[in-house]
């Protein structure tokens, strides 16, 4: 209708249309580049056509108010082939001076013909003010000559992205854009007015990509399917429950419907872009479109087969009784790995599941949460002070966790498996008066696995094929920092080199200043069963187990004998000096052997002890 525009203020088309009852579709700003090239009858009669599209905004008005759906800066390209399958690089014929038209094309100078369509735009979706959405999206569909990986030759292959940024969603009650913004508000003010839950996605890729073949020729068998994704989700506006966290996904994987056994190669993005960076949009991989600015996109780069990594961070708090956070990770190996077999030249191929966790800190108790993100950085971990005042119970601190499990590739052929294990943390009873117990340190590693007869055997990881460059197996344990940047993602090593049960540790117990005891210990299981001899000549077949313990000193009496307060009672102290009186034992050492038949009727048992102290 007339007079509903105002180009020096184009937000009162809208609000005319409301004001004068309108109900329906409304389109504002709207501009349209349509080109049309053909060539002769006698050359063939082919025809092109280009389309580029822009609207400031697009919407519904008119409707109640229980429904809102808005979308702004909306881009639309199509690129239309011809009769035999190409498309104008209308880009390039925009920037053709030579050639007597000078067009200019309008938008349609920005489309070439990598391009089949691309449509861009950020929305907004509000539904009964229980549902909102708000984000930019992008959807993109291009044809490229790609790579799969371990191949130097290309395949030309339809490839659609969608892609979003800054997406986020809101599932509760209240007000969830409550300064009429189009944009779900941040996690602070929904907190101040509505309860629910927000999801929150930064960056997200998702590439289908299917082998072109020609006109009439059956389909391709073969398809193709990444993700590059970040992003965020918590509960909003509930007191005294927190649950919160991010996650990283990344994914690259490819299938042959003629073959679904085998591992088909996925793309490799990053010599695919570096062969035709133009038609890619970047060398470092596939730019994919996540909304309508040129600074939306995100760059897909995977270079391995069978990819499958999510790493992430969660926090939960309820009350004042529990709080739980941590980073994690989850990767299944892209390609088929080369292990070495523990004691022996033998090697295998094997496929690789990881799972890692770090800085996992947990409090039971009353008057937490006790961990707290003090430096504000989003994260929970080292750097953070804790919340002391008032908190009472058991802590578990700066837990990390690698574990890696694998499988041969011809699991019809080899039933064997094997396993590696690395933990280490800390661990506190808190808030108690006059008790302290507390573990500085608390680990374990195994190192396992069964061979194809069922018999006990393991990897020599820090010296097999795929790993020995590193000197063993990283496992990545939480989020990477900076996605693609320089900085890397927490990770521990499995170094293995034998088959090993180790669990270790330093522990301190005080009591009512009474009772002192620190020192060192470690459990360990043999690797495989020990031929030893007895007292009368006689030889046994026994696993053992072991038991030592190391710097382990002891005070019983009246006073304080940590005369340098350091929490430790050791060799560094002068009980007497500080006025403590008991019975001291410093720096003792110990070990016990505990031996066991293998034979399951021999229900004998063997020990051995030694111990030393420094002074009693």
């Given amino acids: 209708k007339a007079g509903y525009q105002n180009l020096t203020n184009p937000g009162s088309f809208e609000e005319g249309l409301e004001a004068a009852g309108a109900v329906g579709f409304f389109v504002n700003n709207a501009s349209l580049d ?18 580029a599209a822009s609207i400031d905004s697009l919407g519904v008005t008119g409707l109640p108010d229980a429904f809102t759906l808005k979308i702004r800066d909306l881009e639309f390209f199509y690129n239309v082939a011809a009769s035999n399958g190409s498309r104008m690089d209308w880009k390039a014929l925009a920037a053709n001076s030579s050639d007597g038209f000078n067009l200019g094309l309008g938008a ?22 229980f549902v909102y959405v708000s984000g930019s999206v992008a959807l993109q569909r291009k044809e490229l000559f790609v790579k799969t990986v371990g191949s130097t030759t290309t395949t030309k292959m339809s490839v659609l992205t969608l892609g979003a940024s800054d997406l986020r ?14 944009l779900v508000d941040d996690d602070a003010t929904l907190a101040e007015n509505a309860i629910g839950v927000v999801v929150g996605i930064d960056d997200l890729a998702i590439v289908l990509a299917k082998p072109v073949v020609a006109v009439g020729a059956p389909p391709s068998t073969k398809s193709y399917f990444a993700l590059s994704g970040s992003g965020s989700a918590s509960l909003i506006g509930v007191d005294g429950v927190e649950i919160g966290g991010r996650v990283q996904i990344s994914i690259n994987k490819a299938s042959d419907k003629a073959n679904l056994v085998a591992i088909t190669p996925s793309i490799d993005f990053l010599a695919s872009a570096t062969s035709n960076p133009d038609a890619w949009g970047s060398a470092a991989g596939l730019k994919a479109p996540t909304g309508p600015g040129s600074d939306q996109f995100v760059i897909v780069n995977f270079a391995e087969s069978n990819l499958l990594r999510v790493s992430g961070y969660i926090t939960i708090s309820i009350a004042d009784f529990l709080h739980l956070s941590g980073q994690f990770s989850f990767s299944q190996s892209g390609t088929p790995q080369t292990v070495k077999i523990a004691g022996s030249t033998s090697t295998k191929q094997v496929n690789v599941m990881t799972i890692g966790a770090s800085d996992v800190n947990a409090f039971v108790g009353v008057g937490g949460p006790y961990f707290v993100d003090s430096n504000e950085d989003g994260i929970i971990d080292g750097d953070d002070e804790p919340l002391e005042d008032g908190a009472m119970g058991f802590v578990l601190r700066n837990l990390d966790f690698a574990l890696a499990l694998f499988k041969p590739v011809n699991t019809a052929a080899d039933k064997s498996s094997y396993y590696a294990i690395k933990a280490s943390g800390g661990a506190e009873v808190i808030g108690i008066d006059g008790i302290t117990i507390r573990a500085d340190v608390l680990g374990i590693e195994i190192n396992g696995g069964k061979n194809n007869l069922g018999a006990p055997q393991a990897l020599d990881l820090a010296n097999s094929p795929s790993f020995a460059a590193e000197g063993g197996l990283d496992v990545q344990t939480g989020l990477d920092p900076d996605g693609a940047g320089d900085l890397v993602a927490p990770s521990l090593k499995l170094d293995f080199t034998e088959n090993v049960i180790r669990a270790f540790g330093a522990v301190t117990i005080i009591i009512d200043n009474f009772v002192y005891v620190s020192g060192n210990f470690e459990f360990v299981k043999s690797d495989a069963p020990k031929t030893v001899v007895l007292t009368n000549g006689t030889s046994k077949t026994v696993s053992v187990l072991t038991v030592g313990a190391s710097d382990v000193n002891a005070f019983i009496g009246t006073g304080d004998p940590d005369s340098n307060a350091d929490g430790l009672f050791d060799l560094n102290d002068d009980p007497g000096e500080n006025g403590a009186i008991g019975l001291a034992i410093t720096d003792l050492d110990f070990g016990l052997a505990l031996f066991k038949p293998v034979a399951i009727a021999d229900k004998s048992s063997y020990y051995a002890l030694r111990a030393s102290a420094n002074g009693i």
Wanted: overall charge negative; cysteine-free; proline content about 2%.
């Fill in 108 to 129: 349609l100078a920005l489309l070439d013909n990598s391009v089949e369509f691309r449509v861009a735009g950020s929305v907004m979706v509000a539904i009964e003010n």
């Fill in 169 to 182: 969603a809101f599932v509760g009650i209240g007000d969830a854009d409550s300064d009429n913004d189009d």
């Fill in 34 to 51: 349509l080109a049309i090239v053909s060539e002769p009858l006698a050359a063939g009669g082919k025809k092109w056509v280009g389309v």
